[in-house]
């Protein structure tokens, strides 16, 4: 019998519950005849009709406290208490699985140490991506190569409304409502929208990367709010989609690391990723791009990703992941990083200031992609004309 303690039964914890349920028999031939046993849940809520309604508890001590317990599975979002939890956990000798991306992005270099220190893991595979594998393939599979860059649909609310938004014309409102009952959106859903979720996510994949803490406060981070249909139409007309994306490049200079909406080419497979699909490509300089694809979030393929981290230390599978990460900021001034804008302005002379780009036109008049060029020199460029919107482009 492996005893874990799930922490916080929300959406993905009561998820991680019913997946141990429902798959346990195989479970079991994985892990050599021995079955997984949730023996405690913490939590504030009591769950009286749920089965493992006996096994709630509002005392973290006790659960710290059992050596029975091997295995703490943090499923409470948020940095605090989480963050505090798993600490103690860890000071305690015990694994720690975690979806909990805000607390890998923040606190991961540190807690990672900690869990090297005690001879325990702490695992993380559905901090990205819901339930597609990516850290572990990035970690081991690609181990071979120097990554060069990282890039992906990191959030599974903001691509479900952007995808209602355009294929049915549903208002952003409405669309968020439906992200939210099917347990997609963060408890605060600005996260999802302003691009913080994202940020956090593209951090984790970036010091992964790179071997260097990429941390959240040192990149810069758009959200959909101000994407329009406006934007969504111009886009269209010069063959492209309009896609959240964080994004993680290796420069000469240092890391370039962003979140933000970008245009993304109808001929790019990231232009087809729609509803609360997510989709990250890996570009390595011995494999190339390598592309990963499925759901982002929701209960059980976000439950899929956490039930594989327990598998695999209840495997004995020791220390699958061991990250080291120097502290040393790499990330660069995003505005010196060269990039195409799309541009959207009612003034014709927009010709002139960027002769020889493709030109569309818009009810609100123009709109255009520029070459390559620091961001900051199209600040410039653009203070002389009205400017309507500016999104990267991929
Ligand atoms: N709110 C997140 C998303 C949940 O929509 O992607 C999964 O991390």
Redesign the pocket.
């Known amino acids: 019998m492996i005893n874990i303690a799930i922490l916080g039964f929300g959406v993905v914890g009561s998820g991680v519950a019913e997946v141990i349920k429902e798959n346990s028999d195989s479970l079991s031939e994985k892990l050599c005849g021995q079955k997984l046993n949730v023996k405690y849940i913490l939590d504030k809520r009591s769950f009286p009709d749920h089965e493992l309604g006996d096994r709630v508890t509002m005392d973290y001590d006790m659960i710290v406290n059992d050596p029975e317990v091997v295995m703490v599975v943090e499923t409470m979002g948020g940095s605090h208490p989480a963050y505090e939890f798993t600490k103690k956990a860890l000071l305690a000798g015990k694994n720690v699985v975690t979806?909990n991306?805000e607390v890998v992005a923040n606190f991961g270099t540190e807690l990672l140490e900690i869990a090297r220190e005690n001879n325990v893991n702490y695992l993380f595979e559905?901090?990205?991506?819901?339930g597609i594998p990516i850290i572990r393939p990035m970690w081991q599979c690609l181990a071979a190569n120097k990554i060069e860059s990282v890039t992906g649909i990191?959030?599974?609310?903001?691509?479900?409304i952007l995808t209602k938004m355009i294929e049915e014309n549903m208002s952003f409102d409405e669309a968020l409502k439906i992200?939210q009952s099917l347990g997609?959106?963060?408890a605060n859903?600005a996260?999802?929208v302003e691009g913080l979720?994202?940020c956090r996510?593209i951090c984790i994949l970036a010091s992964l990367a790179f071997g260097k803490t990429v941390s959240p406060e040192n990149v810069h981070c758009e959200g959909i709010t101000n994407i329009t249909l406006s934007d969504v139409e111009a886009a269209e007309k010069l063959g492209y989609s309009i896609k959240l994306l964080g994004k993680a490049q290796a420069t000469d200079a240092g890391t370039y690391v962003i979140t933000s909406p970008f245009l993304v080419g109808f001929d790019n497979p990231m232009a087809g990723v729609n509803d609360?699909y997510?989709a990250i490509t890996v570009c390595g300089n011995a494999v190339g791009d390598v592309m990963f694809y499925g759901r982002?979030?929701?209960k059980l393929p976000?439950a899929s990703a956490v039930v594989a981290d327990i598998v695999d230390i209840a495997r004995e599978c020791k220390k699958a992941i061991t990250w080291t990460l120097s502290d040393t900021n790499p990330v660069i001034d995003y505005k010196s990083a060269k990039v195409r804008f799309f541009v959207r302005t009612p003034d014709a002379s927009a010709k002139d200031l960027f002769p020889g780009c493709v030109f569309c036109d818009t009810d609100e008049g123009y709109a255009f992609i520029t070459d390559e060029l620091p961001e900051a020199k199209l600040c410039e460029i653009l203070a002389n004309i009205p400017v309507l919107s500016k999104i990267r482009v991929l």
């Open positions: 979806s991306k559905a901090s990205v991506g819901g990191l959030n599974g609310t903001t691509n479900f992200a997609y959106a963060e859903p996260a999802d979720d994202t996510k609360v997510n982002g979030a929701g976000t």
